[in-house]
């Protein structure tokens, strides 16, 4: 199963960036999704940042498996979780 955020809507609003995340995280894993797709948009680059720094987060990096920036769109990043 895969599940995608846009962050797009609300790209200035922090706090309702920080929910989001957590919001679709805590959904990969309440379902037991395989990959959640991220798009912060490419716009200067700062919401692509934040949206890492929150992934590299030592307790929300121990939900995960690992990231991949997407090659061709670099306005997107894709999350892979793996369950036993």
């Known amino acids: 199963m895969k599940l995608k ?3 797009h809507d609300i790209y200035n609003k922090g706090d309702q960036i920080d929910r989001a995340l957590h919001g679709i995280i ?3 894993i309440r379902v037991k999704a395989t990959e959640v797709e991220i798009i912060p948009g490419k716009g200067s680059g ?3 940042k934040k949206v890492l720094r929150f992934l590299d987060q030592k307790e929300i990096k121990a939900l995960y498996h690992r990231i991949d920036k997407d090659a061709k769109n670099h306005g997107r990043l894709f999350v892979y ?3 036993k």
Do not use: I, S, T
């Open 5 to 7: 955020l846009d962050l």
């Open 26 to 28: 805590q959904e990969a």
């Open 46 to 48: 700062q919401l692509k």
């Open 81 to 83: 979780f793996r369950w």
